[in-house]
């Protein structure tokens, strides 16, 4: 069979664009090649520079309008500024005004975002067991719509009395969990239709999607849907790429944990402390469109359903440009 294109999207970085230049973006870079948009639910920046956080569903819900590609929150927690109904709820209804174009991406959450509602921020290992159990509720309440009846859950984190969602798809959006970690990968695959992660070491992402197939195997489901973002830094040259990832994503140089970090001003003060060498292995900075190819074919070759990329830089359009011409159409299975 000849090779098909690699469903390459964009990733909408909502906390660094207002949404009207999301919309422009996403639109521009649909028409030059990139396939669907997955966008994450946050309330604040991770640091001040980045400067935006508008509302993952408002935004999603426009994007509808302006883009014809699939639509995925990449993710949002369904776990402490949301009950997993008010999730179900509105996931259900992006679906039925978008029929087949709409994934649920799901995580654990992070105090930057869930701590403002001022509960008790626990430990991973609860944080995890709060989405499995808000996983139940949203299924629960996906086949309550499909069915015309009620449902209800009295759980160990969250209750839900009988009621059912009134409006629905046709067929229920996927549901896709998004973790780096084995054990949460495994428990995925025999919970959700699906896997989200982000770039790593290629043997570490391998890893990880066995890990999923294993849970999968488990209960016996043998498809599954796995999304993958990757952060970059292209500019025309090798200097402006660096500045761009230092200024605007450290993110991508740090090397540790940042789930209990509470503000974006104090991620600032830890964000000075990263260097270019920090990028090495976690992050391709490069003017090199060659160099990024690569790189994203490599976990093309992995088999991801969907990758979505995320430049650094605020020359957005240029790159959409230069990798839409460049680099997307190198990108085969």
Not at 20 to 48: C, N, S, Y
Not at 83 to 97: G, I, Y
């Amino acid at each position: 069979m000849p090779p098909t294109p690699a469903h390459i999207g964009y990733a909408a970085m909502l906390e660094r664009f207002a949404p009207l230049e999301i919309l422009e973006l996403a639109k521009h870079a649909e028409t030059h090649g990139f396939r669907g948009v997955m966008a994450a639910d946050h309330f604040q920046p991770w640091i001040p520079q980045q400067g935006q956080a508008s509302f993952v569903w408002n935004v999603l819900s426009a994007l509808g309008q302006t883009t014809t590609g699939d639509l995925g929150t990449g993710v949002t927690a369904p776990t402490f500024r949301w009950h997993p109904a008010m999730v179900a709820q509105a996931s259900a209804t992006l679906a039925a005004m978008y029929p087949g174009r709409h994934w649920l991406g799901l995580g654990s959450g992070e105090a930057l975002n869930e701590h403002i509602v001022g509960q008790y921020w626990p430990e991973a290992p609860e944080r995890i067991n709060r989405m499995f159990e808000a996983v139940d509720v949203i299924k629960k309440l996906f086949v309550s719509g499909l069915n015309g009846r009620d449902t209800r859950h009295d759980g160990e984190f969250y209750k839900l009395e009988s009621t059912r969602l009134w409006t629905m798809p046709e067929v229920a959006p996927e549901i896709l969990v998004a973790t780096a970690g084995p054990v949460t990968a495994k428990r995925a695959g025999r919970t959700v239709d699906g896997l989200i992660t982000e770039a790593a070491p290629v043997e570490k992402v391998d890893a990880l999607l066995r890990r999923f197939d294993e849970g999968a195997k488990e209960v016996g489901r043998t498809t599954r849907t796995t999304v993958l973002r990757i952060h970059l830094s292209w500019a025309p040259t090798h200097e402006e790429a660096m500045h761009n990832a230092l200024t605007e994503w450290p993110n991508g140089g740090m090397r540790f944990p940042k789930g209990d970090i509470r503000s974006p001003f104090e991620l600032e003060q830890i964000a000075r402390t990263v260097r270019a060498e920090d990028f090495e292995g976690r992050m391709l900075v490069s003017s090199d469109p060659d160099r990024h190819r690569a790189h994203i074919q490599q976990f093309v070759d992995l088999g991801f359903d969907r990758i979505y990329l995320h430049n650094a830089g605020r020359n957005q359009r240029e790159w959409i440009e230069v990798f839409g011409r460049d680099v997307l159409p190198g990108l085969v299975r």
